[in-house]
């Protein structure tokens, strides 16, 4: 079976390269191949949302800060993301929270506490982050 297929790809790529001498040499040639033409590539809709939900600006360290600390208080992801304003965390923390990666407890005490924790949701990007993570260090460093 090997060898029939390597024939069957010889032959159709001799007939695919008589075809571009000949049009090289203006002569209209039609080349007819075996094979099925190939399915349209497409993204799945559903990889496309969750790629621009993690993929959106500081959504991602905002994960992983989480994945690393468990529940913590705004000021202490505040911390562990230097570079990200606090207007900007506030804003990416209600996203992640109506998109139902993170859920935020506000414990009625004097002053009121508020901690952020990761919803099981949340917790199951682990393994893609962590695929990321080693991606980012072989190609990125």
């Given at each position: 079976?090997?060898?029939?297929?390597?024939?069957?790809?010889?032959?159709?790529?001799?007939?695919?390269?008589?075809?571009l001498s000949r049009s090289a040499s203006r002569h209209r040639v039609t080349v007819l191949t075996l094979e099925r033409p190939a399915e349209k590539a497409h993204c799945c809709p559903h990889l496309h949302e969750a790629v621009e939900l993690i993929g959106k600006r500081w959504s991602g360290a905002i994960i992983v800060v989480l994945l690393d600390g468990g529940p913590?208080?705004?000021?202490?992801?505040?911390?562990?993301?230097?570079?990200?304003?606090?207007?900007?965390?506030?804003?990416?923390?209600?996203?992640?929270?109506?998109?139902?990666?993170?859920?935020?407890?506000?414990?009625?005490?004097?002053?009121?506490?508020?901690e952020y924790e990761l919803t099981e949701m949340g917790r199951q990007l682990a393994p893609a982050l962590d695929q990321l993570k080693s991606w980012s260090d072989r190609w990125l460093a």
């Open positions: 079976m090997g060898r029939s297929r390597t024939r069957a790809s010889s032959k159709r790529r001799r007939l695919r390269d008589m075809a913590m208080r705004f000021s202490e992801i505040a911390q562990a993301i230097p570079q990200l304003s606090d207007r900007l965390l506030s804003e990416r923390m209600k996203e992640l929270e109506a998109r139902g990666i993170v859920d935020r407890h506000v414990h009625n005490e004097s002053p009121v506490r508020v």
